[in-house]
């Protein structure tokens, strides 16, 4: 029976679509649009912070569209509307909305200009909410519609005026993490970052990401699911103390004098005031991630302002010996949960009577064995069959299904240990596989060995690499629609910015970058295929100039759905010393029925 009520669950399965409630609600937003005076509105998946989870009253996208992915744009005017999202979400979109009121439109650098061309007229104006929008995002509109005739024009949030028993702002407590673990001071970041912004001549740095805060202060919270931040705006001044902008119920003379070396602590709503004093000061924004309303306050007392990358992001993700450490404790101990999740789950799968919430649940079971386990590190993708082919598929009561043997079980899971964060994915043989099974699987497994094995010059990118992984299924005329990786937080942000491997990512891979290593194959209404590892840059042994992965997840890859015939010796023997290790790293912390079947996973091919 389904456990998924249990209390303190990180993972629940309530359906959190509801399209028949999209017209209705889009109605009455059409009807704010004329009171004012409106022929558009925008509504991103975003709130004043950027980040990839949002706090339950900025789930607004949600709220107007039904749509629950974690990226996308609706635009609703007064007679259409448009819900634009990427390739993850093509198909979950259409199930999740009502289609009759929301045209669903592929996400491309100009998909919300050119639909706003298209549907609107000269003359027309664009509303949009300046904390969910950034300078560089309404920059780039503007110079669009306006060349169209059309005015961009800030206004209050028209969802929320709509938006009956809106959630409250999260305020849960900021806690603290000691020097030992993030391998620096915070004074010793501050300093630094001090320097950095002399070299700008920035009197001040306005940080808006949690994650950069977080990293920054040595702190971390719990104001949204499945990332350990706690939300505020920092003012960085090149001499003084930082400013650390909260909702007030944060505040109490424990967490203030834990911090008063680094930081104040101060209410939210003193935030605007602040930025005012910055009348003949040179302020710093990430034009690519502060919200637009903060940058205009600035501008408007007279502030001169610096546009350039929140120096954070490059920072944090260049993780330090103790990070480091962190970071490869978390994946042993998510190495043994594995194991344990893997060994139940090839005992059971057979009798065709697993669901996909139970398959989620035992997951979960087996990663709080270890009392290292503060929440998952997003919700887990648990698709059977068919349901393996959507891409960031959500099983919910209503989609759960039974996992027949014989089908493809994908399961892309993480968790946010004390030590660090998780990610992984493994697709599993229930039962007897196919030709196409192996095939597909074999050609995923095949880019993601490659990826594994490569050295590369100092100063690649993802970019340079992408094809790496995805080369043997190009050959075949086959692709995924989705990165090949994303850089990951030390106990921070599953997803991190700002190294990555895909084709447009250019920046740069250094060394201590964590990043995940995932291609894909996704069959429509059959299965889907992805095999996922993380991995870290560290030097190459064969030159100075050049680089490499070294893989940090140690969890078996199964024998069963590989086509050997398939595979180059080289391969054969990655995948043979990989699985050594697995079984080196973990077997003894495992219970002997555990340990038989890892020895049976791993064993050479």
């Known amino acids: 029976m389904s456990t998924n009520k249990q209390a303190n669950r990180f993972q ?67 007679q259409k509307a448009a819900l634009v999202v990427d390739g993850r979400y093509t198909l979950q979109a259409p199930q999740q909305t009502d289609t009759n009121t929301f045209e669903i439109v592929d996400l491309s650098p100009t998909a919300t200009a050119d639909w706003l061309i298209a549907n609107l007229k000269k003359g027309q104006k664009v509303g949009y909410d300046g904390w969910l929008h950034t300078p560089k995002e309404i920059m780039a509109l503007d110079a669009k519609l306006s060349a169209a005739g059309i005015e961009l024009v800030e206004v209050h949030n028209l969802v929320d005026a709509i ?16 020097d030992a673990q993030t391998g620096k001071s ?65 505040i109490n003379p424990v967490i203030q004098a834990e911090l008063s070396d680094v930081t104040v602590l101060e209410p939210i709503e003193e935030l605007e005031e602040a930025l005012t004093s910055t009348t003949t000061d040179s302020v710093w924004f990430d034009d690519a991630t502060a919200p637009i309303k903060l940058v205009n306050i600035a501008k408007s ?37 594995m194991a344990r999740f893997l060994s139940w789950l090839d005992a059971e799968a057979p009798k065709g009577k697993l669901t996909e919430t139970e398959i989620v649940e035992k997951l979960e079971d087996c990663r709080r064995q270890s ?38 079980m994908l ?16 697709t599993m043989a229930t039962g007897d596989t196919t030709p196409d099974q192996r095939k597909h699987f074999t050609l995923v497994l095949k880019g993601m060995i490659a990826l594994s094995r490569v050295h590369f010059h100092k100063g690649a990118t993802g970019a340079h690499l992408d094809v790496l992984a995805r080369q043997f299924l190009w050959n075949e005329g086959l692709n995924y629609a989705h990165g090949t990786g994303h850089g990951v937080g030390a106990l921070l942000g599953v997803h991190e910015g700002p190294c990555g491997i895909s084709g447009i990512n250019h920046n740069v891979l250094e060394e201590g970058n964590i990043l995940s290593n995932e291609p894909g194959f996704y069959l ?31 969890t078996p890859i199964d024998l069963r759905l590989i086509d050997k015939d398939l595979m180059t010796p080289e391969e054969v023997e990655w995948l043979n010393d990989y699985h050594q290790q697995c079984y080196d790293l973990i077997a003894d912390r495992l219970e002997d029925d555990k340990k038989e079947w890892l020895k049976q996973a791993t064993r050479a091919i």
Request: proline share 6%.
């Open 12 to 78: 629940t399965f309530e359906e959190r679509a509801y399209p028949d409630l999209v017209a209705p609600r889009v109605t009455a937003l059409r009807d704010q649009l004329k009171s004012q005076n409106i022929d558009a509105f925008l509504i991103p998946r975003a709130d004043a912070h950027r980040g990839e989870n949002v706090p339950a009253g900025d789930e607004r996208l949600a709220y107007i569209s039904s749509f629950t992915g974690s990226a996308g744009t609706a635009i609703v005017g007064t």
């Open 163 to 178: 938006w009956e028993d809106r959630p409250a702002p999260p305020t849960n407590d900021i806690y603290t993490l000691d």
């Open 186 to 250: 915070a004074a010793d970041k501050i300093t630094e970052l001090q320097k950095q912004m002399a070299e700008k001549n920035a009197d001040y740095l306005v940080l808006t990401l949690p994650e950069s805060t977080n990293w920054l202060l040595n702190i971390r919270g719990s104001d949204i699911s499945n990332t350990p931040v706690s939300l505020g705006f920092a003012i960085v001044p090149q001499q003084g103390v930082t400013r650390f902008f909260v909702q007030p119920e944060k």
């Open 301 to 337: 007392v007279g502030a001169t302002i610096i546009s350039d990358k929140d120096p954070i992001v490059i920072a944090k993700a260049r993780k330090n010996p103790a990070e480091v450490e962190g970071m490869k404790a978390a994946q042993t101990s998510d190495a043994v949960a």
């Open 371 to 408: 009392n290292e386990l503060l929440d998952i590190s997003f919700e887990t993708i648990s698709g059977s069959g068919p349901n393996g082919a959507i891409v960031h598929y959500r099983v919910t009561e209503n989609t759960n299904r039974t996992l027949n043997p014989g089908e493809l």
């Open 411 to 426: 399961v892309d899971s993480g968790g946010q240990y004390r030590n660090g964060t998780t990610d992984i994915t493994r």
């Open 524 to 554: 429509e209404g059959e299965y889907g295929i992805r095999i996922e590892n993380l991995i870290m840059v560290v030097p190459s042994e064969k030159n100075e100039k050049f680089l490499k992965f070294e893989t940090l997840t140690y």
